[in-house]
């Protein structure tokens, strides 16, 4: 079946580790996302990228960083320098990079130790 | 920047209660969508507004873009428990299709 896979669903890290949380998708998307959500708020924009090899800031970027190599493929690393991690990732995917619906990976929870 | 907020915050209702969530926007926006997401999950598209004005509908589910296009409302009539869940709403910022997220309406339903 289509779809977008996020890996590992829980994932718990010590203080000054980097982590990357995987996102891949067989739908054929051009554009990808990573948002963050903090209990019992919205999701915030990270990153995003239209087109492989292109990727742009979101409103939240400070502290994390992604790749686009392949079109199928949008891994997103957190890093040390991001101040409160622990959150809950969302990956998304639109067939279009201008309009239409996201479509969402079952997320990745991450928890700082 | 742009912002999307979204009244009220929490609502819990009696099953068979009707429920509404209205979204608000700071500017005016191409289209608006709205999403599901239950509780330990992840959002599920609902429904995309794009006209002035525009209304549809889902079975019990109503859904509104205002003249404007600033404000949108999500209607649902006689909740029923598998409505539980927190509904967003989203618009386009910017260029392409980066969308900004409302603060979402926490959806409780007690029988």
């Known amino acids: 079946d289509g779809g977008i896979t996020q890996s590992p669903k829980y994932l718990f890290r010590k203080e000054g580790q980097n982590v990357t949380l995987s996102c891949e998708q067989n739908?054929?998307?051009?554009?990808m996302y990573w948002y963050r959500q903090d209990p019992g708020q919205g999701l915030r924009l990270i990153y995003y990228?239209?087109?492989?090899?292109?990727?742009q800031k979101g409103d939240i970027a400070e502290g994390y960083s992604v790749s686009r190599e392949k079109k199928e493929s949008f891994p997103l690393t957190v890093t040390s320098a991001q101040k409160n991690p622990t959150a809950f990732y969302l990956c998304?995917?639109?067939?279009?990079?201008?309009?239409?619906?996201?479509?969402f990976g079952e997320g990745s929870r991450l928890t700082v130790l | 920047g742009q912002q999307v907020m979204q009244i009220p915050q929490y609502q819990h209702v009696q099953e068979g209660e009707d429920f509404t969530t209205y979204c608000n926007s700071s500017?005016?926006?191409?289209?608006i969508q709205w999403y599901k997401q239950r509780p330990g999950g992840h959002p599920v598209f609902l429904i995309q507004?794009?006209?002035?004005?525009e209304v549809k509908k889902q079975k019990r589910l109503t859904f509104q873009f205002g003249e404007a296009k600033k404000n949108s409302s999500l209607h649902i009539t006689a909740t029923q428990t598998t409505d539980v869940g927190t509904y967003f709403c989203?618009?386009?910022?910017?260029?392409?299709?980066?969308?900004?997220f409302g603060t979402g309406t926490q959806l409780k339903v007690e029988l």
């Open positions: 500017t005016t926006l191409s289209n």
């Open positions: 998304a995917s639109t067939r279009d990079a201008n309009t239409g619906e996201l479509f």
């Open positions: 507004l794009v006209k002035s004005g």
């Open positions: 989203a618009g386009p910022k910017g260029g392409g299709n980066k969308l900004t």
């Open positions: 739908l054929n998307h051009d554009a």
């Open positions: 990228s239209q087109i492989v090899n292109d990727f």
